[in-house]
T-cell receptor
């Protein structure tokens, strides 16, 4: 257990529904990342926060995806009007901004989404 | 050319042998390199990172970095069946606002008892 928690761990939804995932990072970590991983692939970067500011978003993050990190603590990732192609493992990671070369990201257990 | 490339495997080694996992990257601006282990159905677990050319050892694991060749490797000594997993190589440009990790597809390692 890295100390990063995610909820729910599994989500099954029907196409067109909205879903929201939550991530609680390690308490002192000020950076929080969302990644998506599909079968046979490595995780792909979606977006990242430093404190409450969303500093970078991937081209993968269509306008159906939105992420927030109010007050620089937990984060939520919402997918609107889900599509079957959204089925994946959604991973959250957190890190502490120290010396840049030594900054390491620790992953939560992930939320596995299945869109029917 | 993909940003981070790994042999997908599977790589099969007998118990007690040395497993060698390789990774190449395309962006010369990459500064930090990470190895994660991922068991089936689980999330990635950090093994170690390296950012200086040469070797870095941590227990049974040794990471090797050669920036001139844009190559990073992970050696696992005295491989155990519990080491059977997918090993993900990730790189980080660092600096500016670019802290994201770019991952390879991973190499599946099987350690046979």
């Amino acid at each position: 257990d890295t100390g990063v928690s995610q909820d729910p761990r599994h989500k099954i939804t029907k196409r067109g529904q909205n879903v929201t995932f939550r991530c609680d990072p390690i308490s002192e970590h000020n950076r929080l990342y969302w990644y998506r991983q599909t079968l046979g692939q490595g995780p792909e970067f979606l977006t990242y926060f430093q404190n409450e500011a969303q500093l970078e978003k991937s081209r993968l993050l269509s306008d159906r995806f939105s992420a927030e990190r109010p007050k620089g603590s937990f984060s939520t990732l919402e997918i609107q009007r889900t599509e079957q192609g959204d089925s994946a493992m959604y991973l959250c990671a957190s890190s502490l901004a120290i010396l840049a070369l030594q900054e390491t990201q620790y992953f939560g257990p992930g939320t596995r989404l299945l869109v029917l | 050319q993909k940003e981070v490339e790994q042999n997908s495997g599977p790589l099969s080694v007998p118990e007690g042998a040395i497993a060698s996992l390789n990774c190449t990257y395309s962006d010369r601006g990459s500064q930090s390199f990470f190895w994660y282990r991922q068991y089936s159905g689980k999330s990635p677990e950090l093994i170690m990172f390296i950012y200086s050319n040469g070797d870095k050892e941590d227990g049974r694991f040794t990471a090797q970095l050669n920036k001139a060749s844009q190559y990073v490797s992970l050696l696992i000594r005295d491989s155990q069946p519990s080491d059977s997993a997918t090993y993900l190589c990730a790189v980080n440009k660092s600096g500016g606002s670019n802290y994201k990790l770019t991952f390879g597809k991973g190499t599946l390692l099987t350690v046979n008892p």
